[in-house]
């Protein structure tokens, strides 16, 4: 799932290959503990993130149900590993191509109609999924956490970079994030910043291909 | 000192000065009366025997003269470059009441370069005591670091670095502009660090990777923070985090660290406007100022509430930057930020101020004019108000004493803090400072180390 031009150079890679820097983890682990039910949502390349927290949160105790979304088949990945750690899972496609149809938020909000009791929302994907999986708890009063991806530069709180306003305060999503209570978050302000370098990732990526030669 | 021409050298990262010819160095040097009171040594706050070196220069010992320099200073290349000796050394010059202070700063860096481009001439290095077994963690690579581990090494101690980036020298990597201090030299002087046993461990955030009690655990016997304060401070005024307005941490670490003058060469680049503010008077905010010149801005602004009298930036650095044609606001305090909707900004509305009273710094305190509102169209902006200490480590670091400020207490003469075998120097314990400054603290830490490993 290759998207911009770093991607796509790691994705040459073969193993064995080395890259020149490596740290982590950075900023705050998310918070476990047996709240009672969970719904963790996955938007595409997110599963990776969401994986591994729907499964601390099933050893924790918690009954979780699982709604893993992408644009189309060729995107889920990771289907089965998070099947295995859920009490349930639902995958959606945007056009049908496999699963149920339609966004995440739908089986999300059925869930939520349907007067079981959820605890605890976790929602992580692209910012745009992610507010609206905000939009779609709020009417329900659910806890909604989510992972926020702004550009960040050094990971460890030096730069302010990251700035996010969660709750009207501005937070470094670096290092008092990444996960944040969804319904306190400012969406159009993180998208903004993450417009930022829109045209210099452009750039780069047209740099990159006319020197490798390599055109999609 | 010859320089790069103004209109020339504000278009590239390359070095300002351009340092004495043999011949400009031997007059200077030979200009020093050898005074027998040498106030110059006091001046300096790693104490270099400046006398002796200057005599060695006049008599052509250049290899002596390097030997004196080290012996003293292990970061002479980055000294003679960013040192404030207008208040150090040459502040103190017995020359200072006549024609001129002896140009200290200028003879070291002539010889800190002469040592780099002659590597071969220098007689080998005097060879390392026999290993102590005992063993530091020095955690940060900036000057205080660097200095703490040298001195260390020398006295046979086994010392590892633990720096949070991938590449060490802090500050002198991040901060310093290219074209202030080339980060070859930087490179240089870490090489010769490591060249004395100490190893270096990049990409080890310590408060997150490891903590420094676990360090201790893992058997080190002596611990030094040098992790500097590299948490920005802004405004908090409306608008701040509109697109296009950069703490002057990222500003300088993205140019400087990431290479974004060299995009697209380098991933990293910078969204420089045409009209770019700098807030704030220090020697960051002239190098913040200078770099938006340098990455193609049409027109600089340095945005300071106080007077020029009050600006603390290094001399240098202000007369290079107002002959570089940056424009400076003086009596002017920002008090909200303008966007264009779209989330990227178009303003700052300011208020000018006058001076009143001394407060608790000393300087007068800077008081806003009422009705005296005004707004610059700017559309980049660099906040340049300063910095403080990361509270990463303090934060989980148990026993350590922290003021108000997030500075580290500790010991004035030794750095010893009051956890046991935590020793700490440098803008970790001073604020936001200077790289000789940390570079003393981190010798005089290392002394008291040293004391503390050979009583153990």
């Not at chain 2, 305090?333 to 300011?350: A, R, S, Y």
């Not at chain 2, 006058?354 to 608790?360: F, N, R, S, T």
């Not at chain 2, 009051?418 to 120097?425: I, L, T």
Request: include cysteine; glycine fraction near 10%.
């Amino acid at each position: 799932m290759e998207v911009g031009k770093t991607t796509r150079e790691l994705g040459l890679l073969k193993t064995g290959d080395s890259i020149m820097s490596l740290t982590g983890p950075l900023g705050l682990p998310t918070h476990i503990e047996n709240y009672g039910t969970v719904i963790c949502v996955a938007g595409g390349f997110a599963v990776a993130p969401v994986m591994p927290i729907a499964r601390a949160m099933k050893q924790a105790g918690n009954k979780v149900i699982s709604i893993l979304g992408a644009r189309n088949k060729e995107l889920i990945f990771w289907e089965d590993e998070l099947r295995s750690v859920s009490d349930k899972l639902i995958v959606t496609t945007d056009d049908g191509t496999y699963g149920r149809k339609g966004l995440v938020t739908e089986p999300l909000k059925e869930i939520l109609q349907s007067g079981e009791k959820i605890n605890l929302v976790v929602a992580i994907g692209p910012s745009v999924m992610m507010k609206f999986c905000a939009r779609t708890t709020q009417p329900f009063g659910v806890k909604t956490i989510v992972s926020l991806n702004p550009v960040m530069v050094d990971g460890t709180g030096m730069c302010g970079c990251c700035r996010v306003v969660v709750g009207g305060q501005t937070k470094f999503a670096c290092v008092d994030g990444p996960d944040f209570d969804a319904h306190q978050v400012d969406w159009d302000l993180l998208a903004a910043r993450q417009r930022t370098y829109l045209e210099q990732e452009k750039q780069a990526m047209d740099n990159w291909q006319c020197r490798c030669g390599q055109h999609s | 000192m010859p320089r790069q021409e103004a209109a020339i050298r504000a278009k590239n990262f390359k070095e300002v000065a351009l340092g004495y010819t043999p011949d400009m160095a031997a007059e200077e040097a030979s200009r020093c009366i050898q005074c027998p009171k040498r106030p110059c040594v006091e001046g300096c706050p790693v104490n270099i025997d400046i006398p002796e070196f200057i005599k060695a220069l006049r008599e052509g010992k250049m290899a002596d003269a390097v030997n004196v320099l080290k012996k003293t200073n292990a970061l002479p290349g980055i000294c003679g470059r960013v040192c404030p000796q207008e208040s150090q050394c040459e502040a103190k010059c017995t020359l200072l009441k006549q024609k001129a202070p002896v140009a200290i700063g200028r003879l070291e860096r002539y010889l800190a370069d002469w040592e780099r481009e002659n590597k071969s001439s220098m007689p080998p290095a005097a060879p390392l005591p026999p290993p102590t077994g005992k063993k530091v963690a020095v955690i940060g690579s900036g000057p205080s670091g660097l200095t703490a581990a040298a001195e260390l090494a020398k006295k046979g101690h086994a010392v590892t670095i633990f720096e949070a980036l991938h590449v060490g020298g802090g500050v002198l990597m991040y901060g310093i502009p290219e074209f202030r201090l080339p980060k070859e030299i930087v490179q240089n002087e870490i090489n010769f660090v490591k060249s004395l046993g100490v190893e270096l461990e990049l990409d080890a955030v310590i408060g997150k990777c490891d903590t420094i009690d676990e360090i201790l655990a893992e058997g080190y016997d002596a611990v030094f923070l040098g992790t500097g304060a590299g948490l920005p401070m802004f405004l908090n005024i409306p608008g701040e985090n509109a697109n296009g307005i950069y703490s002057a941490n990222e500003w300088l670490t993205r140019t400087n660290l990431m290479k974004a003058y060299l995009f697209p060469d380098y991933d990293t680049p910078l969204k420089v406007g045409k009209k770019v503010a700098v807030i704030g008077g220090g020697n960051v905010a002239m190098d913040a100022a200078r770099c938006a010149l340098r990455l193609g801005a049409e027109q600089v602004y340095i945005v300071y509430r106080r007077s020029e009298a009050e600006l603390p930036a290094r001399k240098e650095e202000v007369e290079n930057a107002m002959e570089e044609g940056i424009i400076f606001k003086f009596l002017t305090n920002p008090t909200k930020f303008l966007d264009d909707g779209k989330g990227w900004v178009t303003g700052m509305e300011c208020i000018q101020m006058e001076l009143g009273e001394p407060d608790a710094s000393g300087r007068r305190r800077p008081i806003a004019r009422q009705g005296s509102e005004f707004v610059m169209n700017i559309d980049t902006a660099v906040v340049a108000l300063g910095t403080t200490p990361n509270p990463l480590i303090a934060a989980t670091t148990l026993g350590l004493k922290t003021t108000s400020h997030g500075t580290v207490v500790a010991d004035e003469t030794t750095g010893k803090t009051v956890k046991d075998k935590v020793w700490a120097g440098g803008d970790i314990v001073t604020g936001a400072a200077t790289v000789i400054s940390a570079m003393g603290a981190g010798k005089r830490a290392a002394a008291d180390i040293d004391k503390f490993l050979t009583n153990l």
